[in-house]
């Protein structure tokens, strides 16, 4: 495993079951009627300034990252999870560059019947989910 993400080497900063109204999906139900979308992150970063100091400056700003998020989850419709889920990532990163990795996590409750939930788990390094911006934007201009 990567450096960055050894659990001795970092901490874990967490969002846990976030729940935001959004569009996802390839049906056309889907495409049009807003759904329930689960999301959990770990970020990880080196927390001990904060614990030290215990200023707000010095920590990765859960909330900040939440609200962006949120912004994000509301305002696209991508029609697959993998998608968002990758674009979380990116946007945990670009939230503080403190956070050196993300996991995040997307559930979409009930999309299957005869389950709980389905969705993407993904892991990366910083720099592979900054990478994903400049991907996107070649797709989008090819």
């Not at 874990?12 to 329930?36: C, M, T, W």
């Not at 300034?49 to 994000?72: C, E, F, L, Q, W």
């Not at 509301?74 to 050196?100: F, K, M, N, Q, W």
């Not at 788990?121 to 996107?136: D, F, K, N, V, Y």
């Amino acid at each position: 495993m990567d450096r960055e993400l050894q659990p001795d080497s970092l901490d874990q900063v967490f969002i846990k079951n976030l729940l935001v109204r959004g569009i996802v999906g390839i049906n056309a139900d889907e495409r049009k009627n807003r759904q329930d979308i689960l999301v959990n992150v770990v970020m990880w970063a080196d927390t001990r300034a904060a614990g030290a100091s215990d200023a707000i400056d010095d920590a990765v700003n859960y909330r900040t990252a939440a609200k962006a998020m949120i912004a994000h989850i509301e305002s696209t419709g991508p029609y697959l999870v993998e998608r968002l889920v990758a674009d979380l990532a990116r946007i945990c990163c670009e939230t503080d560059p403190r956070i050196r990795a993300v996991e995040v996590t997307v559930e979409k409750p009930g999309a299957v019947r005869f389950s709980e939930s389905v969705g993407v788990t993904i892991r990366r390094t910083r720099a592979e989910a900054l990478g994903h911006a400049h991907m996107a934007a070649a797709a989008t201009a090819a």
